[in-house]
């Protein structure tokens, strides 16, 4: 686990998604392979999902999240100099996704680029976030997760078409005040290289996972990285206001809740409303939160991405943001 002294000059400033309007019930899959409602939902918890239109691309849902951060904070549209989009399904090798969004909101002299790493995506592009900040080179990062996962669904496997779905979220995170600290206070991250063969892509393109593997890993290693980043800041469990996880699948959120000692009421989830949207989980879970009104300024966050590679990334911070 790489733990280092941390640095930060990094303040998340604005908040905004997007999710398709097409759904995916549990009881359109009972309709396409042999499962139903009720057992998707104590598996998962997971009740729907959102599906991209035909035609509709990962870069317009970054691009629509975005627009969405805008509408709510106008003044963040002003001087972004760099653009980091998280995902495993971009429209195309080339060019990138965060390129796309970048010709989308005229964000002139950005540099922009795709980061994959699967499920723990967004994190780990919230900590190259805060090195560009650190740089001093830039002052606003623009911080996108999204997916189109949907596109990746094997619909005659029933043991994994029922997770997943589309969305994206955006945050903007600018550079602390020269009299301030920023406000990411402890980071994370671990690949296990060997773990790889759990969850990927097959030849055809579609998601294959060994979804009891993948559980079997998440329950040690998000736990123990999330006491980690804890004891780097000099905090304890009791100072954690949120706990925030990808949001794979309720069971396991609430599995990784027990095993810290974490009330489940703790850890804020998309996946019942969205199912498992990998890189764009976590952003998607704080919108909604903010939207509910449950993020104050000065809250104690731990954020934790984890999957294929198998790899894991975690950022503690205090959230800054208020409404609009």
């Known amino acids: 686990m790489t733990e280092t002294a941390f640095v930060s000059r990094a303040r998340v400033t604005a908040i905004g998604s997007y999710v398709p309007e097409r759904l995916i019930t549990n009881e359109d899959l009972e309709r396409l392979v042999e499962t139903n409602n009720e057992w998707i939902v104590r598996r998962t918890g997971i009740e729907q999902r959102h599906q991209a239109a035909e035609g509709q691309s990962t870069s317009d849902l970054a691009i629509a999240a975005v627009q969405n951060l805008i509408e709510r904070f106008p003044a963040a549209a002003h001087g972004i100099d760099a653009i980091l989009v998280a995902t495993s399904t971009a429209d195309k090798p080339f060019p990138s996704v965060a390129s796309q969004v970048q010709q989308a909101i005229g964000a002139r002299n950005s540099f922009a680029i ?52 589309d969305g994206a979220g955006a945050v903007l995170v600018e550079a602390a005040a020269d009299d301030e600290v920023g406000s990411f206070l402890a980071a994370n991250a671990d ?3 060997a773990g790889g063969i ?14 009891r593997e993948v559980y079997k890993w998440a329950l040690t290693v ?26 794979a699948n309720l069971r396991m959120i609430e599995a990784i809740c ?10 804020l989830q998309s996946v019942v409303n969205n199912g498992n949207t990998s890189a764009a989980s976590i952003p998607l879970a704080l919108d909604a939160a903010f939207k509910e009104g449950k993020l104050q300024s000065g809250q104690l966050m731990a954020l934790y991405g984890f999957g294929s ?8 911070l205090r959230w800054t943001m208020i409404r609009a």
Not at 117 to 141: D, E, H, I, M
Not at 237 to 245: N, Q
Not at 258 to 267: D, I, S, V
């Open 198 to 211: 759990h969850v990927y892509c097959n030849d055809e393109g579609n998601i294959v996972q060994n979804g």
């Open 114 to 165: 795709d980061l994959s790493a699967a499920c723990a995506g967004f994190v780990s592009a919230l900590q190259l976030a805060n090195g560009l900040l650190l740089s001093g080179v830039y002052r606003k990062v623009l911080v996108i997760g999204a997916e189109t996962l949907t596109k990746m669904t094997d619909y005659t496997d029933r043991s994994t078409c029922i997770l997943f779905g």
């Open 258 to 267: 027990e095993r810290l000692a974490l009330t489940p009421e703790k850890a």
């Open 309 to 316: 590679g198998l790899t894991q990334s975690g950022l503690l």
């Open 191 to 193: 690949t296990e290289g």
């Open 222 to 247: 998000v736990p123990e990285g999330v006491r980690g980043l804890l004891t780097q800041a000099g905090k304890t469990l009791d100072d954690l206001d949120w706990f925030v996880p990808h949001s």
